[in-house]
């Protein structure tokens, strides 16, 4: 009967991970991966009476998430101004982000956000940065560079994710 149960609690912690990592994933299609991992580890909480989970440990994912929201905008908004964009460049950038994402989440939810708000972050710093220069290659160049910027705070913020997800794991892992 200890073995039955032993391989019951691995059982429910392998599903348990494979929830927690699928939630991390919700990063790259802009819905809030972080603050979905959260919310599942406060669920556990509240069911188990915030043990193993404590509320330190929700403050402590709570910073890492805002830390990597901070990080996502500044890295997203801020990296091609780093590789020389122009002020006008860099704000054409954030704002074709937002734009990207709205429109493309029109046609298909949630993946065209994601998807628009790279082109529209490209096609951003390219139109801004062609206002300022009237030359194409520097305007495509600095388009590059705000789609990889976009792309490293993704990459960023789904790292810190995984941060918050072993931290969960580490505190719930059965003994």
């Not at 599903?15 to 809030?32: C, K, N």
């Not at 908004?77 to 954030?94: D, E, H, I, N, R």
């Not at 495509?140 to 910027?149: E, K």
């Amino acid at each position: 009967m200890e073995l039955l149960q032993t391989v019951g609690q691995w059982l429910g912690f392998f599903l348990w991970s494979l929830l927690l990592v699928t939630a991390s994933l919700f990063v790259y299609l802009g819905l809030g991966g972080n603050f979905i991992v959260i919310g599942l580890a406060l669920i556990y909480a509240l069911f188990t009476g915030f043990d193993p989970i404590s509320w330190q440990l929700i403050l402590v994912l709570l910073g890492i998430a805002l830390l990597g929201e901070g990080i996502e905008f500044v890295v997203g908004t801020f990296y091609a101004a780093k590789q020389g964009a122009s002020k006008t460049g860099v704000t054409m950038a954030f704002v074709g982000g937002l734009l990207g994402a709205w429109i493309g989440n029109q046609f298909v939810p949630v993946l065209g956000a994601v998807l628009g708000s790279f082109v529209g972050a490209f096609g951003g710093a390219v139109s801004g940065e062609y206002y300022v220069e009237q030359k194409l290659e520097p305007s495509l160049r600095i388009g590059g560079y705000a789609f990889l910027g976009r792309l490293l705070a993704i990459l960023i913020k789904h790292a810190l994710s995984l941060v918050m997800v072993f931290l969960i794991l580490k505190a719930t892992l059965p003994v």
